[in-house]
Structures are given as C-alpha cells and as structure tokens.
C-alpha cells in the first residue's frame, strides 16, 4: 500500500478494532498523535520508514513508532516481550491516566490476535531492521537485539558506552605514591568502621573509571575532595600537576557543587601548593564538551579530545545515554573519570538511567576477595563484618570500582526526613505513610486538599498557618520583597541594591512546591497560574501574568550569551538602574535577578525580553529540582494514579528538604501506589560481561 493509500485511508472515521495486520496503523497512530498520545515526531518516523520500503509490514511501521514514543518516555529501545504482555501499561497509553474516546483504540486492542513471534518475526524480515548490526551490510534505521528493537542511533550509544567503560575498567593507571600514608593523613579524623569515604578514596585511586554513590548527606563531595588532595599531592610534588575538571548536568547542581567544594578545600590537611591545585569551579557537561548551537554535536570528541587528566561529575543521575557516550568519546584515554551521585534519584528525562544501570550491585557490593584484601592492605579497613554479598573480579568488575556510601551525616536516626526516605527507597508503602504520622518527627507534615480553593493550601504556601507558622512558604520572600526594600533615592550603584535582591533569592530559594506531573489541575502548569492569581487577588503580587515584580522564573535552556543555565531560579525585581547615556537620570526598571553561580556570591540583572526560555515557578517538576536543596519541600501529588508516580519521584522529592517536608495529597491511595511502583527504565546497558563488552 502506498504512501497516497494509506494517506487517503487516514482520513476515513475509524473501523471496529481488527488484527493489527488488516488494520490501517497509520491512521491510528494520527489517532494518538491528535489526543497527545505520541508525538508527531513518532509518528513520522512510521511515514519515513514506509517512504523507504512502501511493502513493510505494519507491525514494523507500529514498531517502529513506539521504539520512538519509549525514546520520549526515558526508555532506550522497545522491548516486545514486555509489550505483548501488558501493553497499555508498558507503553503508558493512554498516559497520565487519560480516558479513551470510542473511536481511538488502545495498544491492547490495536496489538490483538498478534503474537510476539510473528512481531519478530516481521521485524526480522524487513529491510529497515538489522539483526546483527557489526556486519558489513548497510546500516538500517532499526536494530532488532533479542526481544529489544532500538533505533539506530541509541543502539549505537550503547555499544560505545559499554566499550568505553570495558576498556577503562580494565585499565590500571599507576597508583599515587604514599597512597596508604595519604589516606591515613586524610581521614585521620574518621570515626566510621568501615570508612566508606575513605573506601571509595582508595577504589577511585586504582582505577580509570569509579562510581561512588550515595543518599544526601552520605558526603560524596567531602569524599572527592580529598580523592583529588590524595592524587593531586603526589602529582604537585613530582612537579606535574594533573589536569582536574569539574561538571555537572545542570547550572544550579554545578552551582551547588562550587559553593561545597569551596568550602571544603580550604580545610583540608595538604599544603598550600596542593590546595592551589584542587580546582573548585563547577561547569555544566555541555559548557565542558563545547555544545554547539542548534546541533546534536560538541567541540570535544574523539578526534579532539579534553586536556585533563581526570574528570569527575557530580549528579550524575541526570545523565543521559547520549550524553554519556558524548563524554566517553571525548575523554583521553589516560584521563580518570569518577562519577557521583544518588542512585535512587529520578534518571534523567531523557533516554537512559545510566547511573542506575551501572549501580545495580552498589548496595550488594560484590567486592572480589582480592578487591577485600587490598582494601584491608591500603586502606586499613576491613569490609568482613559490612554483611556485603562477595563477587567474583571477571563477572563483577565494575562492581569493585563502585562504592556507596551509607552513613548519612544529614538524616541521622531522629530524622523524619531520613526515615522517610528509606522506607520510601524500600518501597514499602505502609511503613512510609506510619513514618508520615508518627508524632516524633517534627519534620514532617501531611494534608489532604479538597481543592485548590481549599483555605489550607494558601497557608500551607504562604506559610501563615497557625499549624505551620514555623515552616518556610513564600510569604517570607514576599514579606522580605515589600518590607526591606532599598530606598528608591538610593543611587544605582549602591551595593544595597544587589544585598536585598540576594536576601529576596535565599528567601525564595527556603521553599519550593513540587509536582510530580505537568498537566492536570495539581500539575505545574495549572498550580503556577492558581498560586499567581491566589497572591495577586491578597495583594502580595501586582499582577498574576506577564512580567510583574516578584514574579519568580525557572530558565528551560541553556543561554550562553546570559550566561544562565537550564534549572536556574531567577526573580524579577524594581530596582535602580544607571543612565544609558551621559545627562540622563536614573530610572526604576523591572530586572530579572539571577545569582551568578561562580562561587562569588554576586547576582546578574538581566532585562526580561531576553529571557524567551523561562516559565513561571511557584512550583516546579520533581524532575527540575535535582540538583537543588530546600529547608522545606512540599509534594504535591495529584488526583490521578499514574506510571509517572513512582518510590524513585517520591524520594528524590523528599530528599531535596533539608529541615521540612510536606506530603499534600488529593485524594488517599496515591501516594502508596506511587511508592509501591518502581521506576522501569528499558536499557541493554548492562555490563554483567564487561570484561568483554561488544564494540
């Protein structure tokens, strides 16, 4: 059938549901794209694919266009089995709890009388699909893997990630010289048996690639200070100092990392020279690999590579698949690469959970005998009594380059917070919602909303209840925002302009709203426009729309020219401003205020017509908040269950309150349903045969 045919048949009202074989996909996959069920992006790729080979079955052309839908959900590939035996829920259709119209078919009724042989086996035959994608004959837009069918170029990502992990897991740099000595001198202070930061200090020293991993407050950035002070030492003294980067995903986790390693650096117990040497300026990946505009590709690649000698990126869930192949290939060999970050915390929002993917035995260990002995031998600490599973060094190799670390200096054992958290990562529903109500944690609350005109919920966001009169909201920004304004005949040079602009940040910056979802009454973007107009109708905001003093914006995208990064907060403020030209007078003017995220502690105004990539952020996705810590984080969960909701969203919410967090539900049920269902994220990243892994 061709192109024109099918076009034609598109445009007919939709049939009974018939075998997937007699059935006009296209058509149906317009269908979803209409309802917002795929993007058109999904199903142009079925068009695509049927311009090139007008005889392809159509449970290619279906395959084919939800392998691209996975993309978009996080997934890697497709798998099929998967599918076949739970379609709806698999794919996520309809999404986010959505209803079916009569005429629209779900991918169960679609996919009936269809067996996953006979989807193989279509696959199989057809000259889009490649089976064994090494050979030599030409390269096709599908990579048919088992059960998994991948489009091109995530299959291939994957090969080269598990490649390049393979080759540098298998690497064994030189170790630093008086590496005993330096790890005594280092953690002489430690009172932990086992120290697991002085544990992953060693493992990374062996090694081209390491993982430590951890829950907040576990001190992964204490830990890779003095990873870089125990390798830098030696290297400054033999008068060749390494060549030390530091990276995160975001703006606003590179920006916390700054502000941390900054601190720390200057304590430590290595001589000036060393500390001159330990770099503590944070950039984002894109910054670091040199991402060019309006195109997939950097100026570090493989063909030219990043003058460092070692690498190391915090928040490292946040990486994609792409995105870690890009780093790999632009590493020189001999660089190190250390890799931190929570293992719990949502993966990133595009395809792959890499991070994940590579910590599946971190909480088991799978530490060789051979791994244990040299532990004991250089760094004096015995892992015997940690109740660890043992591994073996061919089968688990990346397992002995993985440390997490598992005593948190942040959520000790009166914390709610911690508590929490762990009985949500456990997922284990009951024993979080009895965390939830038992009355010893002060740090923890709870509500139920009727809706959003609920009287509760404006006290509960601007932090003016009786009940809650402690806790942050963002009345205090407000507050701040009217009261301690500068007077308006102070010059614009005056530093108090910039103070209270920084003093009006930190306060907004003590509280956040989250959402797990964007669409739907207790999503982002319906909660954005309920809590302007709440604090516009009391008076707190002149405007609910536009730009208007107060309003605070969350930057989508990354802009260079402004030097702002996606996940930065800004808030639009009056403030003085001097004369464009000589003779004129100072003015008043509406500015954005952004902090600079250089360690400096300095703002940026920026005019707001050039910001055309912010959106309002009274309340933001759970997603867009990694990276960012609050002294009171409130969840908001909505109406609907949904695949969205998942223990990985609930935790990384709950772990982002540094003293309070708050749980608003909407309606009883959801909240044990989402810590009961763990995020599945469809990848053949695995690196069991590492030693091995396929080119």
């Known amino acids: 059938m061709s192109v024109e045919q099918l076009d034609l048949l598109a445009q007919l009202p939709a049939g009974q549901p018939e075998p997937v074989a007699d059935a006009d996909v296209l058509h149906q996959l317009e269908q979803w794209v209409e309802v917002g069920w795929l993007r058109a992006l999904d199903r142009a790729l079925a068009v695509f694919l049927l311009d090139l080979a007008p005889d392809s079955d159509p449970l290619v052309l279906l395959a084919a266009a939800l392998a691209s839908h996975q993309l978009g959900h996080g997934h890697v590939c497709l798998d099929l089995g998967a599918t076949m035996q739970a379609p709806d829920l698999s794919l996520s259709l309809p999404p986010e709890g959505q209803e079916t119209g009569r005429d629209i078919l779900l991918p169960s009724q679609l996919l009936k009388g269809v067996t996953l042989d006979a989807w193989l086996q279509a696959l199989a035959a057809s000259v889009m699909v490649d089976r064994q994608p090494e050979g030599e004959q030409p390269e096709r837009p599908l990579v048919l893997h088992g059960q998994q069918l991948y489009l091109r170029r995530y299959w291939h990502y994957e090969r080269q990630v598990l490649a390049a992990l393979g080759r540098r897991l298998r690497a064994r740099p030189a170790l630093p010289s008086g590496l005993p000595q330096g790890l005594e001198r280092l953690f002489a202070d430690s009172r932990q048996q086992p120290d697991w930061q002085k544990l992953a200090c060693a493992l990374a020293a062996r090694g081209a690639f390491s993982i430590i991993t951890g829950g907040p407050g576990t001190g992964k950035t204490t830990t890779v200070v003095r ?126 959970a890499v991070l994940g993917d590579l910590c599946r035995d971190a909480e088991a260990g799978r530490y060789s005998e051979q791994t244990q002995q040299w532990l004991e031998q250089v760094g004096g600490q015995s892992i015997a009594a940690a109740g660890l599973l043992a591994g073996d060094e061919r089968q688990h190799l990346l397992a002995q380059q993985t440390v997490m670390l598992r005593h948190s200096h942040r959520f000790g054992t009166d914390s709610g917070i911690g508590e929490l958290a762990r009985k949500v990562n456990h997922a284990d529903p009951q024993a979080a919602r009895r965390a939830l109500g038992q009355q010893c944690y002060q740090d923890l609350h709870q509500h139920m909303a009727t809706g959003l005109d609920d009287p509760r919920l404006a006290s509960l966001i601007l932090g003016s209840g009786a009940a809650e009169a402690s806790l942050p909201g963002y009345g205090d920004y407000l507050q701040l925002l009217a009261q301690q304004r500068p007077a308006a005949d102070l010059s614009a040079e005056d530093p108090t302009w910039e103070e209270w602009a920084g003093h009006v940040l930190a306060a907004f910056d003590r509280f956040q709203v989250l959402c797990a979802v964007r669409k739907g009454p207790w999503g982002v973007e319906s909660l954005n426009r309920h809590l302007a107009e709440l604090m516009h109708r009391r008076g707190l905001l002149p405007a609910a729309q536009g730009w208007y003093e107060g309003r605070p914006v969350l930057v989508t995208r990354n802009d260079y020219g402004l030097g702002l990064m996606n996940g930065d907060i800004g808030i639009a403020l009056m403030i003085r401003e001097r004369p464009l030209h000589a003779g004129e007078p100072e003015r008043m003017v509406l500015r954005v205020a952004f902090p600079r995220n250089d360690g400096s502690g300095r703002l940026r105004f920026v005019l707001p017509s050039r910001l055309t990539e912010v959106e309002t952020v009274f309340a933001m996705t759970v997603h867009k908040s990694q990276g960012s810590e609050f002294a009171h984080a409130m969840l908001v969960l909505p109406e609907a269950r949904s695949p969205l909701l998942t223990k990985e969203l609930v935790y990384t919410a709950i772990t982002r309150a540094s003293r309070d967090f708050t749980l608003l539900e909407t309606r009883p049920g959801v909240f044990e349903a989402a810590v009961a269902q763990p995020v599945r994220r469809v990848s053949g990243l695995d690196l069991g045969s590492e030693v091995n892994p396929r080119d």
Do not use: C, W, Y
Request: charged letters at 20%; proline letters at 6%.
């Open 227 to 352: 990873l870089l002070a125990l390798l830098q030492e030696p290297a400054v003294v033999a008068g060749k100092p390494l060549r030390i980067r530091l990276a995160a995903p975001t703006g606003k986790a590179a920006a916390r990392l700054t502000e941390s390693i900054g601190r720390q650096v200057g304590s430590l117990q290595v001589s000036a020279a060393v500390r001159e040497h330990i770099p503590t300026q944070v950039t984002t990946l894109h910054r670091l690999l040199g991402s060019r505009p309006d195109t997939r590709h950097f100026r570090h690649h493989a063909g030219n590579p990043l003058a460092l000698d070692m690498l190391v990126v915090d928040e490292a869930s946040m990486i994609d698949l792409e995105m870690m192949a890009n780093l790999l290939a632009a590493l020189p060999a001999h660089a190190r690469l250390v890799l931190l970050g929570d293992k719990d915390q949502l993966a990133s929002v595009e395809a792959g």
